[in-house]
């Protein structure tokens, strides 16, 4: 009865720290996402109704919450009742450097897709077409973000299965 109460608690704790984790990330990563689209204010456009700008933000959360996962996941899976405290901290601390390669991998990859996107289309400035409004500027914006995503995606939680505890024998 006691182990089943330990890991009921142990299952909370570890979706309040996903949650947390998700949420910061996805934070994070809009306020990195603002900084690298100079000449719109997200923000403003959303206010207005600007669908276009809509889209392509609910493209950059998908995208890294897609990448993010791997690295919330491994931070997860690695924290459990059963664990010394030592055990769990090094748990913590792996899952925590797995997060933020995911969320570094992320942003990244999310840039080089806009830059690549902006060299393949040069007869569109996408973020112009976006501040009018253009919802199918957006539309393939947001498919090309959220495919790399899942690319980017894979290769994080290559890395995060690299870095776990058991693979490194901790």
Same mark, same amino acid.
């Not at 995060?160 to 505890?165: G, M, Q, V």
């Given at each position: 009865?006691?182990?089943? @109460?330990?890991?009921?608690?142990?299952?909370? @704790?570890?979706?309040?720290?996903?949650?947390?984790?998700?949420?910061?990330?996805?934070?994070?990563? !809009?306020?990195?996402?603002?900084?690298?689209?100079?000449?719109?204010?997200?923000?403003?456009?959303? =206010?207005?109704?600007?669908?276009?700008?809509?889209?392509?933000?609910?493209?950059?959360?998908?995208?890294?919450?897609?990448?993010?996962?791997?690295?919330?996941?491994? !931070?997860?899976?690695?924290?459990?009742?059963?664990?010394?405290?030592?055990?769990?901290?090094?748990?913590?601390?792996?899952?925590?450097?797995?997060?933020?390669?995911?969320?570094?991998?992320?942003?990244?990859?999310?840039?080089?897709?806009?830059?690549? =996107?902006?060299? @393949?289309?040069?007869?569109?400035?996408?973020?112009?077409?976006?501040?009018?409004?253009?919802?199918?500027?957006?539309? @393939?914006?947001?498919?090309? !973000?959220?495919?790399?995503?899942?690319?980017?995606?894979?290769?994080?939680?290559?890395?995060?299965?690299?870095?776990?505890?058991?693979?490194?024998?901790?």
């Amino acid at each position: 009865m006691d182990t089943a @109460i330990v890991s009921v608690v142990a299952a909370i @704790i570890q979706l309040i720290i996903g949650l947390a984790l998700a949420m910061g990330s996805v934070y994070l990563g !809009l306020k990195m996402f603002d900084r690298m689209t100079k000449g719109i204010d997200e923000w403003k456009e959303i =206010l207005k109704g600007n669908v276009a700008v809509g889209i392509l933000m609910a493209a950059v959360i998908f995208s890294i919450a897609n990448v993010v996962q791997s690295g919330v996941g491994s !931070l997860l899976a690695n924290l459990g009742a059963e664990q010394a405290m030592d055990q769990m901290l090094t748990a913590l601390v792996l899952g925590l450097i797995n997060l933020g390669i995911g969320l570094v991998a992320a942003v990244f990859s999310i840039w080089v897709a806009i830059k690549v =996107l902006d060299r @393949i289309t040069k007869d569109v400035d996408e973020m112009a077409e976006l501040a009018k409004g253009n919802v199918a500027v957006a539309v @393939i914006m947001a498919g090309v !973000l959220i495919a790399v995503s899942f690319v980017i995606g894979s290769a994080v939680t290559g890395i995060s299965n690299a870095l776990s505890p058991a693979n490194l024998g901790l």
